[in-house]
Protein backbone atom coordinates (compact mmCIF):
# COMPACT_ATOMS: atom_id res chain seq x y z
CA UNK A 1 0.00 0.00 0.00
CA UNK A 2 1.61 3.68 -0.94
CA UNK A 3 1.59 6.04 2.30
CA UNK A 4 -1.45 7.98 0.85
CA UNK A 5 -3.74 4.95 1.44
CA UNK A 6 -2.18 4.45 4.80
CA UNK A 7 -2.10 7.70 6.03
CA UNK A 8 -5.84 7.97 5.25
CA UNK A 9 -7.23 4.87 6.62
CA UNK A 10 -5.64 5.92 10.23
CA UNK A 11 -7.19 9.04 9.89
CA UNK A 12 -10.02 7.40 9.13
CA UNK A 13 -10.13 5.50 12.02
CA UNK A 14 -8.92 8.53 14.38
CA UNK A 15 -12.32 10.19 13.33
CA UNK A 16 -14.34 6.99 13.68
CA UNK A 17 -12.92 5.80 17.13
CA UNK A 18 -12.68 8.83 18.96
CA UNK A 19 -10.83 9.07 22.16
CA UNK A 20 -13.21 8.51 25.84
CA UNK A 21 -13.44 11.67 27.56
CA UNK A 22 -13.06 12.22 31.18
CA UNK A 23 -15.70 10.46 33.12
CA UNK A 24 -17.61 12.95 35.60
CA UNK A 25 -16.90 10.51 38.62
CA UNK A 26 -13.33 10.79 37.83
CA UNK A 27 -13.31 14.88 38.39
CA UNK A 28 -13.31 15.18 42.37
CA UNK A 29 -10.06 12.96 42.99
CA UNK A 30 -8.16 14.76 40.62
CA UNK A 31 -9.33 18.27 41.71
CA UNK A 32 -8.40 17.11 45.50
CA UNK A 33 -5.01 15.88 44.06
CA UNK A 34 -4.47 19.51 42.73
CA UNK A 35 -5.80 21.57 44.93
CA UNK A 36 -5.55 19.21 47.99
CA UNK A 37 -6.07 21.83 50.74
CA UNK A 38 -9.84 22.03 49.34
CA UNK A 39 -12.13 21.15 51.82
CA UNK A 40 -13.74 17.79 51.30
CA UNK A 41 -17.28 18.19 53.47
CA UNK A 42 -17.73 14.75 53.26
CA UNK A 43 -18.55 13.96 56.73
CA UNK A 44 -22.15 13.69 56.14
CA UNK A 45 -24.09 10.49 57.25
CA UNK A 46 -25.89 8.12 54.53
CA UNK A 47 -29.37 7.65 55.35
CA UNK A 48 -29.05 3.57 53.89
CA UNK A 49 -25.99 2.67 55.32
CA UNK A 50 -25.76 5.15 58.33
CA UNK A 51 -22.03 5.68 57.85
CA UNK A 52 -19.91 9.10 56.42
CA UNK A 53 -20.09 9.13 52.93
CA UNK A 54 -16.43 10.12 52.09
CA UNK A 55 -16.81 9.69 48.62
CA UNK A 56 -19.73 12.77 48.58
CA UNK A 57 -17.39 15.44 48.69
CA UNK A 58 -18.07 18.98 47.87
CA UNK A 59 -16.44 19.07 44.83
CA UNK A 60 -18.60 16.05 43.59
CA UNK A 61 -21.88 18.14 44.32
CA UNK A 62 -20.89 21.22 43.13
CA UNK A 63 -19.96 19.51 39.86
CA UNK A 64 -23.42 17.96 39.91
CA UNK A 65 -25.22 20.91 40.63
CA UNK A 66 -23.25 23.04 38.23
CA UNK A 67 -24.02 20.09 35.50
CA UNK A 68 -27.06 18.70 36.31
CA UNK A 69 -29.00 21.02 38.09
CA UNK A 70 -28.03 24.33 36.69
CA UNK A 71 -27.31 23.18 33.40
CA UNK A 72 -24.40 24.65 32.65
CA UNK A 73 -21.52 23.62 30.51
CA UNK A 74 -18.16 22.48 31.62
CA UNK A 75 -15.89 23.73 29.60
CA UNK A 76 -16.29 27.26 30.11
CA UNK A 77 -15.00 29.18 32.78
CA UNK A 78 -17.08 32.09 32.77
CA UNK A 79 -19.71 29.46 33.79
CA UNK A 80 -17.78 28.22 37.08
CA UNK A 81 -17.63 31.34 38.12
CA UNK A 82 -21.53 31.85 37.93
CA UNK A 83 -21.65 28.45 39.80
CA UNK A 84 -19.40 29.99 42.72
CA UNK A 85 -21.32 33.21 42.82
CA UNK A 86 -24.55 30.83 43.39
CA UNK A 87 -22.32 29.27 46.33
CA UNK A 88 -21.34 33.14 47.24
CA UNK A 89 -25.12 34.36 47.11
CA UNK A 90 -24.62 37.02 44.56
CA UNK A 91 -26.26 35.33 41.45
CA UNK A 92 -28.89 32.56 41.54
CA UNK A 93 -30.89 31.57 44.58
CA UNK A 94 -29.69 27.83 45.51
CA UNK A 95 -32.49 26.21 46.54
CA UNK A 96 -31.94 23.35 49.26
CA UNK A 97 -35.17 21.13 48.00
CA UNK A 98 -32.92 20.39 44.97
CA UNK A 99 -29.37 20.69 46.05
CA UNK A 100 -27.55 17.30 45.36
CA UNK A 101 -27.15 14.81 47.45
CA UNK A 102 -30.32 16.66 49.92
CA UNK A 103 -31.94 12.95 49.40
CA UNK A 104 -29.03 10.73 50.25
CA UNK A 105 -27.41 12.73 53.00
CA UNK A 106 -29.05 12.47 56.43
CA UNK A 107 -28.27 16.36 56.44
CA UNK A 108 -28.30 18.45 53.51
CA UNK A 109 -25.05 20.03 52.77
CA UNK A 110 -25.97 23.00 50.95
CA UNK A 111 -25.32 25.11 54.01
CA UNK A 112 -22.10 23.90 54.81
CA UNK A 113 -21.09 23.61 51.04
CA UNK A 114 -21.81 27.06 50.38
CA UNK A 115 -19.94 27.99 54.10
CA UNK A 116 -16.64 25.90 52.82
CA UNK A 117 -17.00 28.21 49.29
CA UNK A 118 -17.40 31.15 51.22
CA UNK A 119 -14.83 30.76 53.40
CA UNK A 120 -11.92 30.03 50.38
CA UNK A 121 -9.60 33.22 49.52
CA UNK A 122 -10.34 34.51 46.22
CA UNK A 123 -7.16 32.97 44.72
CA UNK A 124 -8.49 29.59 45.70
CA UNK A 125 -11.68 30.04 44.31
CA UNK A 126 -10.03 30.83 41.05
CA UNK A 127 -7.58 28.03 41.04
CA UNK A 128 -10.96 25.61 41.65
CA UNK A 129 -12.19 27.20 38.77
CA UNK A 130 -9.68 26.87 36.74
CA UNK A 131 -8.81 23.16 38.04
CA UNK A 132 -12.59 22.70 36.70
CA UNK A 133 -12.64 24.62 33.50
CA UNK A 134 -8.55 22.40 32.60
CA UNK A 135 -10.18 19.05 33.33
CA UNK A 136 -12.94 19.23 31.17
CA UNK A 137 -10.91 20.71 28.55
CA UNK A 138 -8.29 18.38 28.51
CA UNK A 139 -7.20 16.26 25.40
CA UNK A 140 -9.29 13.35 24.97
CA UNK A 141 -7.90 10.31 25.83
Request: glycine letters at 2%; proline letters at 6%.
Amino acid sequence: MNRTILTTIALTLTIALPAQALRPSEVPALVYKQIPTLPTENQYINKETKKVDKDNTLVSRLMRYHLYLKGRPASYRLDWKLTIADYLGVNDIMDEATYPSREKLKTNPMEGDRKAIQSLSRSDRDALVQTMTDLFNQPRR
